[in-house]
């Protein structure tokens, strides 16, 4: 039987704008244009067909005015994750922002006032970091360990210890891992929220690839491991991941409590983000009403990938420690065997590999020494991608 996504067609995106693959943008960004991007994670696949008909067909009515989120795209939001997830939102809680990253500006911005600390675990994806300095609260670190199976693990003890400093206010999680590729334990979630609590902590836990675990694991949503932190917890979630709809900037905050709801909002208001973008709505509706389907294809393409991944760096690059992916579609692997400093590292991959990755260091001082690939893209290029990796190691 015919499958519904189509994973091995390859959209020609040089010219449609995308900051993964215009030549101008990598030149600027990378100092290289011929390379293969394999870096910011968005996919080289086409999103859903019932996503592209409904927006089709929303081009119909000639009209694009201001758009206010309607009711059956916040049902859709509150069915997908009680179904995907067996977590029951309530319609009031549901806050619009355009992404996931200017929602923790804004949850910074209005949660917590100048000078307030708030704790992030590096390695981890950077506007974590730019939300806090650059909205001048500082910065307080917890980085992950390395666990005895090579996967990052949680350093409670120093958790502890810093959030029992009064002026610490708000932590920030990432819920499952990126770049680690984590999907946090249920009995990690609980340890982590009994000390929010303990301590009077808000979290705000961004659960944006909550739909990309792969067998084996489950994302558990932070008010499913215990109930007790709703009322201090603020969870960012999309469509964007799961379905490629980045550039349609529209993504759910929820946020249970009220009063957090309302500081939330009047902040989003004083910044004029308010209003949601009206193709964004129609395509996180269908994806989440119609998308399924699609979604399970998509999952067992990015686990195809993620064996191609693995089965690659076993046999050809033997002495590079691959961290085991649980969920994203992001490999993190670490460049200690090769005995240079990580900037020689990028540049070979670059210059000599011709492949974009992102280098650990950008994800903060525990990821000094690793690099994170994206391996949605159709199999043919995940091959190309995997030799250029290898060349440009070989070069060192
Ligand atoms: C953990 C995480 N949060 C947020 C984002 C970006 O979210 P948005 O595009 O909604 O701002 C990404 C994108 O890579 C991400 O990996």
Known sequence: MPGIGDFCEFPDRVGSGSIKWEPEHLQAKFGVSDALPMWVADMDFATAPCVLDALRARLDHPLFGYTRVFEPYREAVIDWFKVQHGWTIQTDWICHAPGVVSAMNLLVLALTNPGDKIVVQPPIYYPFFSSVRDNKRELVLNPLEIDPHGLYQINFDQLEEQFSDKSVRLFMLCNPHNPGGRVWKKAELSRLIGLCIRHNILVISDEIHCDLVWPGYTHQPLPLADS???EQCIICTASSKSFNLAGLQTSDIIIPDARLRRKYRSQLHKTGLGDPNIMGLVATEVAYRQGLDWLNELRAQLV?????????????????????????????????????????????????????LNPGYIFGAPGDDWM????????????????????????L
Do not use: H
């Open 372 to 395: 994170r690939v994206n391996f949605a893209c159709p199999a043919p290029i995940l091959s190309d991608g995997l030799q250029r990796i290898k060349l440009g190691l070989d070069s």
């Open 304 to 356: 195809r990938n993620l064996d191609q991944v693995e089965l690659f760096f076993a046999e050809q690059l033997p002495d590079v420690t691959l961290m085991k992916t649980q969920a994203t579609y992001l490999a993190w692997f670490n460049l200690n065997s090769f005995g240079v400093d990580a900037k020689i590292a990028e540049q070979a991959l670059l210059n000599v590999g011709k492949v974009i």
């Open 228 to 230: 007790r932190i709703l």
